[in-house]
């Protein structure tokens, strides 16, 4: 019998057999150690997604709100711009009326030069297609009912053959560009 001492090898005199296995073993174990390093981006990598999903969604959220922003910007731009504009137009034209109203009375008093009456009535007429292609017309106001929003009512008569709030006299022509109201009607009220 050999000595139990005798079959014990030392390490350096293992055989090639027991190497394959003990590397082998050592194979299986680093993976097995390695995994779960693996594993632990792969969980760390949804959150770090979800926190990019936020991020671009927060972004996103942001950039639509600059959008709407602008475009409500660039919307109050051009109707501030339009009401300058229509502001503007009337602040001239109300300056011109007092040229009507001086052609119209002129126009109303008599005189022996008809070639002057009638360049009177050109200048008239011209100013008054002039007016009216820049949107503004008369406001109608005798025999009509009082409108507070387009007569200025100045005088006030009791005549039983007129209607309630009747207008018997204008004493100033009024004139609105499109709904807007330049220069108002001055009258005479009846009852």
């Known amino acids: 019998m050999s000595d139990p001492k005798e079959n014990k090898q030392s390490p350096a005199e293992e055989t090639p057999a027991e190497e394959i296995k003990e590397e082998t073993a050592n194979v299986e174990e680093a993976p097995a150690a390695e995994a779960p390093a693996a594993e632990a981006p792969a969980e760390e990598t949804p959150s770090e997604l979800d926190k990019l999903r936020a991020d671009l969604s927060s972004e996103k959220d942001k950039y639509l709100r600059l959008a709407a922003e602008y475009d409500n910007y660039r919307k109050r731009s051009a109707r501030e711009r339009d009401n300058i504009y229509a502001d503007v137009k009337a602040d001239t034209l109300s300056k011109l009326l007092p040229v009507y109203d001086n052609l119209e009375r002129a126009l109303k008093n008599p005189t022996a030069d008809e070639a002057y009456r009638k360049g009177v009535e050109m200048t008239m007429n011209q100013f008054l297609e002039t007016l ?60």
């Open 132 to 191: 009216k292609a820049m949107g503004v017309t008369p406001i109608e106001a005798e025999g009509q009912t009082f409108d507070p929003t387009k007569h200025n009512a100045v005088m006030h008569c009791e005549d039983p053959e007129r209607g309630e709030q009747e207008i018997v006299q204008e004493f100033q022509k009024g004139f609105k560009m499109g709904e807007r109201v330049i220069r108002f009607s001055m009258v005479q009220v009846a009852n």
